[in-house]
């Protein structure tokens, strides 16, 4: 199957571009803008009554639903991506996801160095995983565990550090999602960078790596839950191929605050080949 563009793909592209022209008219104010960011970051979405009280007008609403961009049924708002295939993309862009382009990804810095992570890293993963407590928007938890914790999480094959001379700057692991051996392959990313380190381009060769030894080791679905403000960890899993699946609305407390999260994931081109090339023909 093709990635490339030809004169005959952009001419049978033509009603794919009036989609994106019709659902961007419709987001012709903030107020709509900011209705749609508001109802996508909603598993179930909104009521009218939340829609009003917010800001936006029957106007707003009427024309958003008329552009296909939302559904409204008994009175609740909700995104219609399953009916308009461009509605993810633009919801993707409204929550950031879409800040780096895919490709990207292969331009990596060469003064990185990434290994498999040994005992004597241990305490350089958990201070860089207390500066990710700290930041506020990386994880749920408000107290650094103990490395054993991490070590009986973490598969044993599938953790790795990333130095800048010498020095630990980051960390990336995948965990299992289950102990049922049909859900094997299907794992829980985590990609932690040092404050120090942040810019550099650590995450992104962390997670590169990450991924081709998934992908070989026939790891077939790679997800991760990111919190909506963490538009820098967004992007990054964007840029590596990542797509959203859902938002899970008020999903856990952090400092007593309920807090949604973002769940994307990335399927191994590798281990669906044959059924995309099947679904091309």
Same mark, same amino acid.
């Given at each position: 199957? $093709?990635?490339?563009?030809?004169p005959?793909?952009?001419? =049978?592209?033509?009603?794919?571009?009036a989609e994106?022209?019709s659902?961007?008219?419709?987001?012709?104010?903030p107020?709509r803008?900011?209705? &749609?960011?508001?109802? $996508? &970051?909603s /598993? $179930?979405?909104?009521?009218?009554r !939340?829609?009003? /009280?917010n800001g936006?007008?029957?106007?707003?609403?009427?024309?958003?639903?008329v552009?296909?961009?939302?559904?409204?049924?008994d009175e609740?708002l909700?995104? =219609?991506? %399953?009916?308009?295939?461009?509605?993810?993309?633009?919801?993707?862009?409204?929550?950031?996801l879409?800040a780096?382009?895919?490709?990207?990804?292969? +331009?990596?810095?060469?003064?990185?160095?990434?290994?498999?992570?040994t005992?004597?890293?241990?305490?350089?993963?958990?201070r860089?995983?207390? @500066?990710?407590i @700290?930041?506020?928007?990386a994880?749920?938890?408000?107290a650094?565990?103990e490395a054993?914790?991490f070590?009986h999480?973490?598969?044993p @094959?599938?953790?790795?550090v990333a130095?800048?001379?010498?020095?630990?700057c980051?960390?990336?692991?995948?965990?299992?999602t $289950?102990v049922?051996d049909?859900? /094997?392959?299907?794992? #829980?990313?985590?990609?932690?960078?040092?404050r120090e380190?942040?810019?550099?381009?650590v995450?992104?060769?962390?997670l590169?790596?990450?991924i %081709?030894?998934?992908d070989?080791?026939?790891?077939?679905?790679? !997800? /991760?839950s990111?919190?909506p403000?963490?538009?820098?960890s967004?992007a990054?899993?964007?840029?590596a191929?990542?797509?959203?699946v859902?938002?899970?609305?008020?999903?856990?407390r952090?400092?007593g605050?309920? *807090?949604? +999260?973002?769940i994307v #994931? *990335?399927?191994?081109? +590798?281990?669906f080949q044959?059924?995309? @090339?099947?679904?091309?023909?």
């Amino acid at each position: 199957m $093709s990635t490339g563009f030809s004169p005959e793909q952009n001419a =049978r592209s033509t009603p794919a571009s009036a989609e994106f022209a019709s659902a961007f008219a419709a987001l012709a104010t903030p107020e709509r803008v900011e209705l &749609l960011h508001t109802i $996508s &970051l909603s /598993s $179930s979405g909104i009521s009218h009554r !939340q829609a009003i /009280s917010n800001g936006a007008t029957d106007e707003d609403i009427q024309a958003l639903a008329v552009s296909g961009l939302i559904g409204v049924r008994d009175e609740i708002l909700t995104v =219609r991506t %399953e009916a308009l295939p461009s509605t993810q993309l633009i919801v993707d862009i409204l929550l950031g996801l879409s800040a780096i382009p895919t490709a990207s990804l292969t +331009t990596v810095n060469p003064s990185i160095v990434v290994r498999k992570l040994t005992a004597d890293d241990w305490d350089a993963v958990l201070r860089i995983y207390g @500066e990710g407590i @700290e930041a506020g928007n990386a994880t749920f938890d408000t107290a650094v565990p103990e490395a054993s914790v991490f070590d009986h999480r973490w598969h044993p @094959e599938h953790r790795w550090v990333a130095q800048i001379g010498g020095q630990v700057c980051g960390w990336a692991s995948v965990s299992p999602t $289950s102990v049922r051996d049909f859900f /094997s392959g299907v794992v #829980e990313v985590s990609v932690y960078v040092g404050r120090e380190a942040l810019g550099r381009g650590v995450g992104k060769v962390l997670l590169k790596h990450l991924i %081709e030894h998934a992908d070989a080791a026939g790891l077939w679905t790679l !997800q /991760s839950s990111i919190f909506p403000d963490n538009t820098a960890s967004l992007a990054l899993h964007r840029s590596a191929g990542f797509r959203t699946v859902g938002v899970r609305e008020k999903v856990a407390r952090l400092h007593g605050v309920w *807090r949604d +999260t973002i769940i994307v #994931e *990335r399927r191994s081109p +590798t281990h669906f080949q044959g059924d995309y @090339e099947r679904a091309s023909r």
